[in-house]
């Protein structure tokens, strides 16, 4: 990482891509990448049931747009967005001072390892930002450690690819025909948190309860037009092109622009999309 932020060794991984040119990215485009998932804000800010007085912890906010969500509905209180990513947290700065959101706070950190202050928050959410932890038993244990007794975890995380047209689609047709192995079931990546079962036992192992998943699909947008989606989804996953020749990339890119073609519409390019909503509480005694 770029900073000083103390990182546990087992995400130096995942904090050299979000502290460089992943995060970077994601900074540069994140009116792309707010717009994609924002038609789950609303079942995701209802579940979170922010009071006026709540002291928020935002995990992976990211460029902040559920930290200043959060923050408008603690108007007596506050909310603080972590993630490790220096870049979209400088962007997320800008638009809190911006939109005069002045009670909310953000700091680069592993949420695995961060020193919280013991018992400071009533509520921690996160939109996608939990599923890369190389430890998630230890990182949801800690985040734990920041919440009151009584005090809720609500996340989002993608359902299984099954459910996600969108990645079956890009990862499909930049493959080439190729063989692409998935991360080992459980490592970190998008669909870490995908299996209920997995979610009920780690944030069990962590010392939470009362947890329960919500599913929700909605259509997730990716551009405009085909030839705007396929420059953003390039810029994302343009990496699965190494290794092809010539005719490979050919082939990668015309199956692209064909399968986000047929997926224009008047409203832009949309795949169906599918994710669980989280909830668990910290437990009193």
Do not use: K
Not at 200 to 218: C, I, M
Not at 236 to 245: C, F
Not at 248 to 272: C, I, M, P, Q
């Amino acid at each position: 990482m770029s900073s000083t932020a103390h990182v546990d060794p087992a995400n130096a991984e995942q904090a050299q891509a979000w502290d460089g040119r992943e995060g970077a990215y994601w900074a540069e485009h994140a009116d792309r990448f707010d717009r994609a998932v924002r038609p789950y804000l609303p079942h995701f800010l209802a579940a979170a049931d922010v009071s006026p007085a709540d002291r928020v912890l935002d995990i992976g906010c990211g460029t902040g747009e559920t930290t200043r969500a959060a923050a408008r509905r603690a108007s007596a209180g506050r909310a603080l967005g972590v993630d490790l990513s220096a870049a979209m947290l400088d962007v997320a700065r800008a638009r809190a001072v911006a939109e005069g959101v002045l009670n909310a706070a953000f700091l680069q950190a592993d949420a695995q390892v961060h020193a919280f202050p013991a018992a400071a928050f009533d509520v921690a959410v996160s939109r996608t930002g939990t599923m890369f932890f190389a430890d998630p038993v230890a990182a949801f244990r800690n985040i734990g450690a920041a919440l009151r007794p009584g005090g809720r975890l609500v996340q989002l995380v993608w359902q299984e690819p099954a459910g996600n047209a969108w990645f079956l689609a890009f990862t499909r047709a930049l493959a080439a025909g190729r063989p692409m192995a998935g991360p080992p079931p459980g490592a970190p990546g998008p669909f870490s948190l995908a299996d209920p079962a997995r979610v009920r036992t780690v944030l069990g192992e962590a010392g939470f309860a009362d947890v329960r998943l919500e599913p929700h699909t909605e259509q997730m947008w990716f551009g405009e037009d085909a030839a705007d989606a396929e420059r953003f989804t390039l810029g994302l996953h343009g990496w699965m092109l190494d290794g092809l020749d010539d005719a490979g990339r050919r082939r990668a890119l015309d199956d692209l622009r064909a399968t986000l073609t047929a997926h224009e519409s008047d409203e832009g390019v949309r795949y169906t999309s599918a994710v669980w909503i989280v909830r668990a509480v910290r437990p009193v005694a």
